[in-house]
């Protein structure tokens, strides 16, 4: 499992400017001179310690899934002694709540093929990290009878991803079906609307049926 570089201070400083000007204006609608300004260095200082701005992006884009990855294991563990179904629920909300946090990623990133190479390994790990919790769920699931079907995880990994980085990547076609949604509050309308699809999609697939007694 590849580990991030270790980035300066000066570095991480940039990077959170960086993202947050970008978090509020997009990618492209965000200048090196603006992050420039606001971070209080030269422009000659992003070539310097990223190269470019796209790669700057790339870098930004490797801390965050490296965080990800450590919060996932972190949140997991915390949750390790609930019962399947409800640690199915929280994992679906950490994902779909981690991905909308940092939508704007994915109109940066929008093919992997794109990638540099060392940051498409840092998402397989990530992926396989998610795979093997979901394996790890499913299997105490049927263990305990909670679950009647043992749906392969990198399937439900797949449905899961693919349905909300759809809704991120088509806002504009995505946002017709959400009328009581403006600018402000989309987001939070959006992961209301997907957090009762994802629910029923995956535990119907998983064949549970809640016990209300």
Same mark, same amino acid.
């Given at each position: 499992m590849k580990k991030i570089k270790k980035l300066s201070e000066k570095q991480l400083h940039i990077l959170e400017v960086a993202e947050g000007l970008i978090a509020e204006k997009g990618y492209k609608g965000t200048s090196v001179r603006e992050i420039c300004s606001q971070a209080n260095i030269n422009v000659a200082m992003i070539s310097y310690y990223f190269g470019s701005k796209d790669k700057m992006m790339f870098h930004l884009y490797q801390y965050r899934v490296q965080k990800a990855k450590e919060n996932f294991s972190n949140f997991t563990q915390t949750i390790s002694s609930a019962s399947p179904a409800m640690q199915m629920k929280e994992i679906l909300n950490f994902i779909l709540g981690q991905i909308l946090k940092f939508n704007y990623f994915h109109g940066f990133v929008t093919n992997e093929n794109h990638m540099p190479a060392p940051n498409k390994e840092f998402l397989k790990d990530f992926y396989i990290l998610c795979v093997a919790k979901f394996e790890e769920v499913v299997e105490k699931g049927i263990v305990v009878g909670e679950f009647k079907t043992a749906v392969k995880p /990198?399937?439900?990994?797949?449905t899961i991803l693919g349905t909300i980085i759809f809704?991120?990547?088509n806002k504009e076609f995505f946002q017709c079906y959400l009328p009581e949604h403006n600018e402000e509050n989309y987001y939070q309308k959006?992961? /209301?609307r997907l957090k009762t699809h994802l629910y029923n999609t995956v535990f119907s697939l998983l064949g549970y049926e809640k016990n209300d007694n």
């Open positions: /990198e399937n439900l990994l797949a809704s991120i990547r959006l992961e /209301e």
